[in-house]
């Protein structure tokens, strides 16, 4: 079972999760201190077996995890925020499972994904999640440069001693206008949320930037699409020696108008000028 831990308050702990808790014969916790101290803060004392279940081990603890299951027993497992497998371990034990057989549930509950989406005051209505951006700045620049065109929202998570870097790179590769917002501590006391284009944001992360860090990025304008080119560009490809199909499908795709469309205006263009 994955379980879903409060992203900051307890107060967030569902009876589902406390449920779940108490009634595991194995909780896998990210960090047996962190798990040991919520369940302080919630008020129960499971009594399953704890073991630890992170980054640096979770490929070893697949083997025990699945012997456990196989044995009868009911194993949760519990990261420090949110939910397992979202930038988190959870998935390698999740896959397995579904592998052997063994049925996969999980405790919805607290997510700083949907949470700084909602408080960002950006589009929610289409969405990616990319996690933590690339650490070096080559790969990282690459991997927001190809992100340039992405018209959803962009969710990513960031280390605090990285901020600066992050937004400077992402102010870069999508322009110091997009509208974003950085959500700090997330339901914690000290929570903040700073709404501001990319270019003002890279400023304010100069200073000192502490807790959680959940980045909102607005996605890319649609372009704006005259038809007369798009059917010019078609037929400038077909007269290179292009066939008609496959010069509608290169405009197509740089375009984004409707194939059947395009192809369609194309013919017509054609026989215009026959």
Do not use: Q
């Not at 988190?88 to 057989?101: C, K, N, S, W, Y």
């Not at 974003?180 to 339901?187: F, H, I, P």
């Not at 003002?200 to 100069?206: D, H, K, N, S």
Request: with cysteine.
């Amino acid at each position: 079972m994955l379980a879903a831990t409060p992203i900051g308050d307890a107060a967030d702990a569902s009876p589902a999760l406390v449920s779940a808790l108490l009634d595991a014969d194995v909780i896998a916790a990210e960090d047996t201190r962190r798990l040991r101290d919520l369940c302080r803060r919630i008020g129960i004392t499971p009594t399953a077996r704890v073991v630890s279940y992170f980054d640096g081990n979770e490929a070893a603890r697949v083997g025990v995890l699945l012997d456990a299951l196989a044995a009868g027993e009911t194993v949760v497992v519990a990261t420090d925020a949110g939910m397992p497998s979202v930038s988190d371990p959870g998935f390698r034990i999740t896959a397995a499972a579904i592998e052997a057989g063994v049925r996969v549930t999980a405790v919805p509950g607290p997510s700083a994904v949907l949470t700084a989406l909602a408080l960002s005051g950006l589009p929610t209505d289409r969405f990616c999640f990319e996690g933590f951006a690339p650490r070096k700045a080559g790969e990282r620049s690459r991997r927001l440069a190809a992100l340039a065109a992405e018209e959803r929202t962009l969710v990513f998570f960031e280390a605090p001693h990285r901020l600066a870097d992050f937004l400077t790179a992402a102010a870069d590769a999508f322009g110091p206008d997009r509208p974003a917002a950085v959500c700090r501590e997330l339901t914690k006391t000290y929570e903040e949320v700073v709404r501001a284009p990319l270019s003002e944001l890279t400023t304010w992360a100069t200073g000192e930037v502490r807790g959680e860090i959940t980045v909102v990025i607005g996605g890319a304008r649609a372009p704006v699409v005259d038809e007369a080119d798009a059917i010019a560009a078609v037929l400038a490809r077909v007269a290179g020696g292009e066939r008609l199909k496959d010069a509608v499908a290169a405009v197509a795709a740089s375009t984004r108008l409707p194939k059947g469309d395009l192809y369609d205006a194309a013919v017509a263009a054609r026989k215009e000028t026959l």
